[in-house]
């Protein structure tokens, strides 16, 4: 592990940013020119949509990854948590633009469609994360800055839920993906009570 | 046949239908013993094994039994029917559908006094179908139409598109077509046909009371519960594919509206 975080301390954050960046215009590319099916809005915004909650389930691995593997990310958290806002905003204006397109109808949705309420609530709960990811804001802020990032796990349920609830019929993928987003924030649930309860039964 | 071309001529708005590509039409499916993903009934389906096939025909009927496939196609008329297909999420098509009338393949079988309802079933074959081993739906998949929709000269038996064998993905060798529902009644791969009395369990229905009724009529004042039915995407526009609105049992208002006379349509949905 330790060789490995060697390694990942010589990976400039830059080429965090550069890598994930390029799905967005190479989606979009894509769509355009017909390598994404015959409905290319439809294929685009579930693609950004995706890739939005598989950048998020990275982000919320990452201190998991660091506590119980050793492993060190943490350098890249802030890239991969502004891409996952990067893409969590894309996948909702191709929903606003290119796919309901008519305006009195966006909000009608927001109100009316609980999926949608609920994706909604968690992209409001990232703006205030993705407006304060930079150096000025954590100085700024201070401890609140740490507090503020907490948003996070709501946010990531709720996405999660946001896919569960949009899928029809029983689908298994969504639902892997909510349990994957609870399981990694029960990791960070601190039951002190029962881990000393399993020391004393060891040192019994 | 000559019946529904003086009904295509009358329905004006018929008469501008531009059929979708075959690549469009074959590409993307809702198929989902193949897979939930539009893509995945075409780069699954070939795995299922049309030839032989037959169709088994039983309720309220004179001559209940197993129909070859080839022995019902010797006795039917097969003839051209473009019609608008328009999913229950809200995307369309136009397709160029080859196949006979369901009415003729009922009365082939004879239905008999009392029946009220024809339900229908799909293939169901774990080997050759990957998708099934997920508990999407309530296997095998169910559909069913009350015995006037049935027998309404624009329900069709659906065998081929722009004249060619109807491909796997969407429903070979034989499937539903009732152009003023939502595309999942117009179920696929037919192995069942009965004859019955009462109004048969459909598998959208079982899923989601609340969001699929058994009539599921093609109406853009009655929403889905979780987005609008008042415009359809048509497929082929690209990624800048303007909404069009949605037309009234899809646009075949005059021919079926007098099914539905006197009936709640926000209830019976």
């Given at each position: 592990m330790q060789a490995l975080n060697q390694i990942l301390r010589r990976i400039p954050v830059w080429a965090v940013y550069l890598l994930g960046a390029i799905p967005a215009p190479w989606l979009f590319y894509q769509g355009l020119t017909g390598s994404l099916g015959v409905d290319p809005i439809e294929a685009l915004e579930h693609r950004y949509g995706e890739l939005a909650l598989q950048l998020l389930i990275v982000v919320l691995a990452i201190s998991p990854l660091r506590r119980?593997?050793?492993?060190?990310l943490i350098k890249f958290r802030r890239a991969l948590g502004v891409l996952t806002f990067v893409y969590v905003s894309l996948h909702l204006l191709v929903w606003l633009i290119?796919?309901?397109?008519v305006p009195s109808q966006i909000w009608a949705d927001i109100l009316k469609r609980p999926y949608i309420s609920v994706g909604m609530a968690g992209f409001v709960l990232l703006l205030p994360l993705a407006v304060t990811s930079n150096n000025l804001s954590v100085r700024q802020l201070g401890p609140r800055w740490r507090s503020l990032q907490r948003l996070v796990y709501p946010a990531a349920v709720l996405g999660g839920l946001h896919y569960v609830m949009q899928?029809?019929?029983?689908?298994i993928e969504p639902l892997v993906y909510l349990s994957v987003i609870v399981g990694l924030l029960l990791l960070?649930?601190?039951f002190p009570s029962l881990l000393n309860r399993f020391r004393q039964v060891d040192s019994a | 046949g000559v019946g529904l071309a003086g009904m295509a001529r009358g329905?004006?708005?018929?008469?501008?239908l531009e059929p979708n590509s075959w690549e469009e039409i074959t590409s993307?499916?809702?198929?989902?013993?193949?897979?939930?993903?539009?893509?995945d009934p075409a780069k699954?389906?070939?795995?299922?094994?049309?030839?032989?096939w037959s169709v088994k025909i039983d309720g309220l009927v004179d001559k209940p039994g197993e129909y070859d496939f080839q022995d019902i196609m010797s006795e039917m008329t097969v003839e051209e029917r473009i019609y608008r297909f328009r999913c229950v999420e809200a995307w369309s098509m136009v397709i160029p559908w080859n196949g006979f009338e369901l009415a003729d393949l009922l009365n082939m079988a004879g239905v008999q006094d009392g029946a009220k309802y024809v339900a229908f079933e799909t293939a169901y074959r774990p080997d050759e179908m990957?998708?099934?081993?997920?508990?999407?739906?309530?296997?095998?998949y169910r559909e069913g139409l009350r015995l006037d929709e049935a027998m309404h000269p624009l329900t069709i038996m659906a065998t081929g598109i722009y004249d060619r064998p109807i491909p796997n993905q969407n429903g070979a060798p034989l499937r539903l077509v009732?152009?003023?529902?939502?595309?999942?009644?117009?179920?696929?791969?037919?192995?069942r046909v009965t004859v019955t009395d009462v109004e048969p369990p459909t598998s959208w229905n079982v899923a989601g009371p609340r969001e699929y009724g058994?009539?599921?009529?093609?109406?853009?004042?009655?929403?889905?519960p979780r987005w609008s039915q008042a415009t359809e995407r048509p497929i082929g526009?690209?990624?800048?594919a303007k909404r069009i609105p949605t037309l009234m049992f899809n646009g075949y208002e005059q021919e079926v509206a007098g099914l539905y006379e006197g009936m709640d349509l926000a209830k019976n949905y």
């Open positions: 119980f593997l050793g492993l060190n290119l796919d309901v397109q899928a029809k019929g029983f689908q960070r649930v601190p | 329905a004006a708005a018929q008469e501008a993307y499916n809702n198929y989902y013993e193949f897979g939930t993903r539009k893509e699954y389906a070939h795995t299922l094994v049309t030839e032989p990957p998708g099934v081993q997920y508990p999407v739906l309530d296997w095998p009732v152009p003023w529902k939502y595309g999942f009644k117009s179920i696929k791969s037919i192995v058994f009539y599921s009529n093609v109406n853009p004042n009655v929403d889905h526009g690209g990624l800048f």
